[in-house]
């Protein structure tokens, strides 16, 4: 079997856009183009402002000025991730956390796939 492999190294938030992308392609759901732009975004705010709560008031307002979203249009989107089974909402504190499949490691991420053609 012959394995494919390629390095590159990204800015942060086209890492963690990168690793949604290729995440992305392998779900029965998908996320949307602007879905995965909005969680990238929110992965690569800095620790500190992420720290305890990822979608803290201030993380959104950073990233709805970012990517020039409103209140409304961000909430909505976080919304259709949460009915999707990306992002989980607390029902007691109403914190929202994203799933873990979706965090690769800080630094970088291997991947490794198998696909079977049948016979």
Known sequence: ???IQKSFK???QQYYKKH???IN????IQLTEKEIEILSSFLSLDKNI???DTFNSFARKIVKR???LSAGGLGNHL???IEKGFLDKNKITNR????SFLLPEENSQGYQIKIIKEK
């Open 1 to 3: 079997m012959k394995i």
């Open 10 to 12: 990204l800015p942060k």
């Open 20 to 22: 949604i992308e290729i």
């Open 25 to 28: 392609t392998f779900l029965p």
């Open 50 to 52: 992420i720290e305890e």
């Open 66 to 68: 970012d990517l020039n």
């Open 79 to 81: 919304k259709s991730m």
């Open 96 to 99: 929202i956390t994203i799933k």
